[in-house]
Structure formats: C-alpha cells, structure tokens
Nanobody, 126 residues
Framework: QVQLVESGGGLVQAGGSLRLSCVASGRTFSSRSMGWFRQAPGKEREFVAAISWSGGNTNYADSVKARFFIERDNAKNTVYLQMNSLKPEDTAVFYC???????????????????WGQGTQVTVSS
C-alpha cells in the first residue's frame, strides 16, 4: 500500500552534515506518523527520530538529540532528517518507516511501524 524511498546518504567527515529524505507513495501520508531508524553491522535496529502524523510532536533518541532534526512536508509526501555534527558512531544504514493511519502506538518503537524503506547508507569518517 505504501512504498518509501530514502535518499541523501553518503560519506562525510566527522562534524559534517547530511539531510536525508524519504518520499512516500500512496495516499494518507498526512495521517501517518513517520520515523527514522538505523542499523549498524552486528547491532540491532535502533530508534533515531519520529514525528507524529499531526506534525505537532517529535521524538529523538538521546544520542542524537540537539544534533538531528526531523520534519515533514505533507504537500510533498516527504519526511526529512537533518543530521548535524555527525560522529563516527552515527555510521549505519538509515531506514524510513511509516505507521498505519492515525496510529496511537509508541512511535519510538520499531514494532509500531508497518512500512519500511530500503535504507540509505550513512558513513562518517574520523
């Protein structure tokens, strides 16, 4: 029903910035909470940031708070993740995810999401 395509990943030096984009196909984008997760080799997928379907609430992992910012543009069916002051520990595949419409689940948990993108690689060198 929903396809998500991430872009914007790449290789940057520590302290640099990247802006990830996730474009969603289909309808009801504005009614879905959106999240960003990441997974490094040998580690579990972890929560990074999320934004409610209303756009009024955002959540961030402690490790990225004050460095990363999530926003959405419903007119473009797109959610963004602005990443600043990148660290080597941020290196991972970043995934965009979407909930069902008007979901009330905890949007910081991967189990609350039913649609996932293919991921985009972010590599931060020191």
């Amino acid at each position: 029903q929903v396809q998500l395509v991430e872009s914007g990943g790449g290789l940057v030096q520590a302290g640099g910035s990247l802006r990830l984009s996730c474009v969603a196909s289909g309808r009801t984008f504005s009614s879905r909470s959106m999240g960003w997760f990441r997974q490094a080799p040998g580690k579990e997928r972890e929560f990074v940031a999320a934004i409610s379907w209303s756009g009024g609430n955002t959540n961030y992992a402690d490790s990225v708070k004050a460095r990363f910012f999530i926003e959405r543009d419903n007119a473009k069916n797109t959610v963004y993740l602005q990443m600043n002051s990148l660290k080597p520990e941020d290196t991972a595949v970043f995934y965009c995810a979407a909930t069902i419409p008007q979901a009330s689940r905890d949007i910081t948990k991967s189990g609350s999401y039913v649609y996932w993108g293919q991921g985009t690689q972010v590599t931060v060198s020191s």
